[in-house]
């Protein structure tokens, strides 16, 4: 039994959707972090999806499970620059939560 | 064997550029960041030598229609479009260096790394406007944007540079989780990763044109373009992607932040206008296609007018100049979609001047600021009370700035402006060119706030010590706003060429 | 020729530059050694233009770039006299000396930066009367906007900053919708070349025509100023140096009813045809109007100001007369009206380095102490109130004329003015000049001295010249006026065929 591409793409836009939503509803920098990293795989998904429904069992078009690797390295080097800036910013401030960057208004 | 030679010879300044960097983060573990200056007059050497590279680079495209023969690769399209921008962006990345040095708040140890991000940073942009592959794309598009956050944050203790890095980190995520789904649709949906398959293939088989998609259901394709062009838009901070602009540019260091204005944005703009130029109007366009562009088109437009009309808006009310030209440089970014909006070569190309007097104009204005942080420890417009007379030269060249970012003559943005302005009518866009043209009165506004505070307040007790130097290179980019606002040709040729590369046409009515 | 005429002023400025800022009689001389050029390049260029042609003259033309586009449309440096500019050319070569002259007495600090200002706002100026490419024009009328906000800005009075920022933002926002109308036009009608755009704009859709004249029309009337726009000049004005005074009185305004000749009456005729009794009702208004602020004013700098605002009405009244006498008229007014307001400026500036205030209250038999200022105030306002013989009855008198024949109602208005005029000048000369010496300090002040009475003198020359022999002056703009009345004449019948047609049609 095969899973149908519907469905793995049906799954991605629930990821992309949860992503947006955690993004946009919670204040913990860790939490909006994770939430990209969320989107960022919902994105991972649909290539691979993508990927499967464009191969046949004669040609294979690999652009986008190419994709999806490149996209894990983003993810992974975007994860520690924030992750990096989360604990400078949690030494200055003791704080994760985002309400606190109000140094700059205006 | 030879083919890849071949193919490296055309990349060679990309490759001069990563060697360049790697070489100055060597250098800086092997010194122990003894002296960074060193590190600066290094990197400065080797951006000559890509300049000179890209130059070479240049002529031959020049005369061979401005395309190279072979994409290198498969990915990397080498034309005359990509290298204007890597043209402006090595110039301003040497400025940036040079305003690292003269930044009199910086340390002088210990600071390689900065000149090793900046240069990433460039890597980042030469990539990104060099291809029609959305991989290569986003692989650019990330190596800018995870040099730039930590750029921004390069002052990791100051509460200031760690917010805005944060929030730059945050929101760059955000757009590029959006980007990324937006392409990995655009996969799903056409089979390719490689813009002109998809402007150009016809819809039997894989990959699948666009045309073919829009006649079936243009909903899915149309969500995964604007999703795309949403990505892009917060690059080049559009609203509604702009919040975080203001805070990032006031927190980060201000050579970062000119880094992030100029350069940054320019190529933003570049990928904004290859994508949209290889999809919608590349030569031979599906006519289905080319309506939709127009959509597009329309969009983009209305995104302009409010990108100017918010940031003129805001920039009016605030009291730094630092935070002042970041909206400043948002309603900019206004003006120049008007020449995407047009959705014509002649209106790409005015687009494409118009980011090349604001290179001349921002580094500028940004050197002003620099200039001033040093002098007064204070960004504050007030804090430039009556200094017009401490520091003549500077500030004379400031008002040939301020001109010139307003748009009038005899400046470089005066002519930009026109160009936008003509190309916009041109395009039947005249309802914009108003609102464009009341948002110039707006812009005079605050603009000359700054110069009222120069020369119309009586002279300041203080004394702004000499910087000869600096003064010296702010002057020169002054002469070339006002040099290349009378003198246009060379300006205008090099974006004619560069549009003329991409390949795009006149959409056929 | 024409190129080195614009130019000129530009390599003063530089060389002022070079100059260190201590040395300022060096710099004086710079700066008045080049304007005396300029003026006498002007007064040869005015004596050799033959005024029987229409055709623009002395052309110097060199491309510049070209605007991409559909239709590929070239843009020149392209600079030529015809009988419309001779005269505003000729006037800011001529008063620009005096003008940088009279700065001796007022401006001693930062003497500097103020010449460089002034010679370029002169380079500005000559540009914008002599370009015959509508870019160009709009180029060189913006490059003559920003020394002013300088001028008036570091050297102006106290309320300078309110008044800087009034008239910068008045002027600037009316100059950038003449912007979108410049591109527009030259959009539409695939030139920039303002002859061949003057020959293809009728051919456009009448509506277009109707916008364009607006827009240009909008910027032109903020920079006259015609009636609700006129705020920023009293500020402006007032608060101005007396040299930066004169040289808004003098050419800056001029630039608005030049603009207006010639790009809203030369280029639409018809839609200038339409618009015509509008235009000549602000004047009309505008001239009673002046008049009666006038009178309501203490301070004398503000009450020739104001004066400027009615004077002004006249040539707008004249203009949109739209007959041969009525635009002759306008045009010698412009040239009158820089030469008398100038003087009146001049002279009042005089009187302000001596005692430091302008309230006419504070004056007062100063015609004992001060005989030859004396003669030259009255000469001023005689000039000013049109006296016979003297320059502004010819520039009035014409206009009279020239309104009447279009419209006996608005002349009459016009006619109501002159004696408004008449009373409020004479009443402030007596107030200001005669009577009984009222306060001590006015018994010992110092009469003119050489290089004031220099500043004067050709002033009063040329005020009388024109007077009695007005034909040499009129004479000039025979060629161009013609040619623009023949295009009028074609409108208008164009517009009546057109209503004929309507009404047959019915």
């Known amino acids: 039994m095969t899973v149908p591409d519907e469905h793995l793409l049906i799954l991605a836009a629930i990821l992309f959707a949860t992503g947006v939503a955690g993004f946009l509803l919670r204040r913990n920098a860790i939490i909006v972090l994770a939430s990209i990293e969320l989107m960022l795989n919902a994105a991972n998904l649909s290539f691979v999806a993508g990927c499967r429904m464009h191969s046949t069992s004669a040609a294979v078009n690999l652009d986008g499970a190419i994709f999806t690797i490149f996209v894990i390295l983003v993810a992974a080097a975007e994860a520690a620059v924030g992750l990096a800036l989360v604990i400078a910013l949690y030494r200055l401030k003791q704080t994760v939560h985002l309400d606190a960057l109000n140094e700059l208004e205006g | ?509 | 020729m024409l190129t080195l005429l614009v130019f000129l002023p530009l390599v003063g400025a530089l060389l002022c530059l070079l100059v260190p800022s201590s040395n300022r009689a060096l710099l004086r001389m710079v700066a008045l050694g080049t304007s005396v050029v300029v003026a006498a390049m002007g007064v040869v260029l005015f004596a050799r233009f033959d005024g029987a042609s229409a055709e623009a003259q002395y052309v110097a033309s060199a491309a510049w770039f070209t605007l991409p586009g559909a239709g590929a449309i070239p843009i020149r440096m392209l600079l030529g006299v015809d009988g419309l500019s001779i005269l505003m050319a000729a006037l800011t070569a001529v008063l620009m000396p005096i003008v940088i002259l009279s700065s001796w007495g007022h401006i001693g600090e930062r003497v500097k930066e103020f010449l460089v200002w002034m010679l370029v706002m002169e380079t500005g100026m000559l540009g914008v009367f002599l370009a015959l490419d509508l870019v160009l024009f709009y180029f060189f009328w913006e490059v003559s906007l920003v020394p002013l906000y300088f001028i008036v800005g570091i050297w102006g009075g106290e309320k300078r900053l309110y008044a800087t920022v009034k008239f910068f933002l008045y002027t600037l926002a009316g100059s950038l919708v003449m912007l979108v109308g410049v591109i527009w036009l030259v959009y539409a009608a695939g030139t920039a070349d303002i002859a061949a755009l003057t020959a293809r704009a009728s051919a456009l859709p009448s509506e277009t025509q109707g916008l364009l004249f607006g827009a240009f029309a909008l910027a032109f009337a903020i920079k006259v100023p015609l009636l609700p726009f006129h705020t920023w000049l009293a500020d402006a004005h007032t608060e101005a140096p007396t040299s930066g005074s004169v040289v808004l009185a003098g050419v800056l305004l001029k630039m608005g009813t030049y603009g207006l000749l010639r790009f809203g009456i030369g280029m639409f005729p018809t839609a200038a045809v339409a618009w015509a009794p509008l235009f000549m009702g602000l004047g009309a208004v505008g001239i009673v109007y002046g008049a009666l602020l006038a009178m309501a004013q203490n301070d004398v700098k503000r009450l020739i100001a104001c004066s400027s605002v009615s004077h002004l009405g006249y040539v707008v009244l004249g203009m949109f007369a739209l007959t041969q006498v009525g635009l002759r008229g306008s045009v010698i007014q412009m040239v009158n009206h820089g030469l008398s307001t100038g003087l009146l400026f001049l002279l009042i500036g005089m009187i302000y380095e001596r005692r430091h205030t302008r309230a006419i209250d504070q004056f007062g038999g100063i015609a004992q102490s001060m005989p030859v200022f004396a003669f030259f105030f009255v000469f001023a306002v005689l000039s000013s109130v049109a006296l016979p013989g003297l320059n502004g009855f010819v520039g009035e008198y014409m206009i009279l004329l020239g309104t009447f024949q279009a419209s006996p109602f608005w002349a009459s208005i016009g006619v109501l003015g002159v004696i408004l005029g008449a009373v409020y000048l004479l009443s402030a000369t007596r107030r200001l000049i005669f009577g009984p010496i009222v306060h001590a300090a006015n018994a010992k002040l110092a009469d003119l001295n050489a290089r004031e009475i220099g500043l004067c003198v050709p002033v009063v020359v040329l005020c009388v010249w024109i007077g009695v022999a007005p034909n040499l002056f009129l004479g000039k703009l025979d060629g161009s006026i013609d040619a623009l009345a023949e295009r009028l004449d074609d409108a208008r019948v164009a517009a009546a065929e057109a209503q004929a047609d309507e009404v047959a049609a019915r």
Do not use: C
Request: proline fraction near 3%.
């Open chain 2, 1 to 509: 064997m030879d083919r890849y030679l071949a193919d490296l010879g055309l990349i060679a300044p990309e490759l001069v550029l990563t060697l360049l960097s790697l070489v100055v983060l060597v250098w800086d573990l092997v010194t122990k960041g003894r002296d960074s200056r060193q590190v600066a007059y290094l990197s400065l050497a080797g951006l000559g030598v890509v300049a000179y590279l890209l130059l070479g680079q240049w002529g031959d495209l020049a005369a061979t229609g401005g395309k190279a023969e072979t994409v290198a690769f498969g990915m990397v399209t080498i034309d005359a479009f990509g290298t204007f921008f890597k043209l402006f962006t090595v110039g301003s990345l040497a400025v940036v260096i040079l305003f690292v040095l003269a930044d009199r708040r910086e340390r002088k140890h210990g600071i390689g790394e900065y000149y090793f991000l900046l240069l990433g940073a460039g890597i980042g942009v030469f990539f990104m406007v060099s291809t029609n592959n959305l991989l290569l794309l986003m692989l650019g598009l990330e190596l800018l944007s995870l040099a730039s956050y930590s750029l921004a944050g390069f002052h990791k203790s100051e509460r200031r540079s760690a917010e805005a890095s944060m929030k730059y980190v945050i929101f760059g995520g955000l757009s590029a989780g959006i980007m990324l789904y937006g392409i990995s649709l655009l996969y799903g949906l056409t089979g390719t990763i490689d813009l002109n398959e998809m402007g150009i293939a016809d819809g039997s088989g894989w990959p699948v044109g666009l045309a073919a998609q829009f006649a079936q259901d243009p909903v899915p394709v149309a969500v995964a373009i604007v999703l795309i062009l949403a990505g892009f838009a917060y690059k080049v901070s559009v609203v509604p992607f702009h919040f975080w602009t203001p805070d990032v540019y006031e927190g980060a260091p201000t050579p970062v932040t000119t880094f992030l204005a100029v350069a940054s944005k320019a190529a933003g703009f570049a990928v904004l206008l290859r994508f949209v130029g290889a999809l919608f109007l590349v030569e031979g366009v599906d006519s289905t296609v080319a309506a939709y562009g127009e959509r597009i088109g329309l969009l983009i437009a209305i995104l302009a007018a409010v990108t100017m009309t918010l940031g003129n808006l805001s920039a009016l009310r605030q009291t730094s100049m630092k935070r002042m030209l970041a909206y400043s440089s948002i309603a900019h970014a206004g003006y120049v979609l008007m020449g995407l909006a047009a959705m014509t070569p002649a209106g790409f190309s005015a687009a494409m001047f118009y980011l090349a007097a604001y290179y001349f104009m921002n580094l500028g204005a940004f050197g002003f600021l620099l200039y001033f942080e040093g002098v007064n420890k204070s960004e504050d417009i007030d804090a430039l009370k009556g200094m017009g007379w401490k520091a003549p030269v500077v500030s004379i060249v400031m008002v040939a700035f301020l001109v010139s970012l307003t748009g009038l003559p005899p400046t470089v943005g005066f002519y930009g402006k026109l160009l936008l302005f003509y190309e916009g009518v041109d395009a039947g866009l005249g309802w914009l060119v108003l609102i464009a043209a009341l948002n110039s009165v707006v812009s005079l506004f605050y603009y000359f706030r700054i110069a009222k505070a120069l020369f119309l307040s009586e002279p300041a007790e203080r004394e702004a010590e000499p910087q000869p130097f600096f003064t010296g290179f702010l002057a020169l980019l002054g002469v070339g706003t006002i040099l290349f606002g009378i003198y246009t040709e060379p300006l205008q040729n090099w974006s004619e060429t560069g549009t003329d590369s991409l390949g795009i046409a006149e959409a056929s009515e």
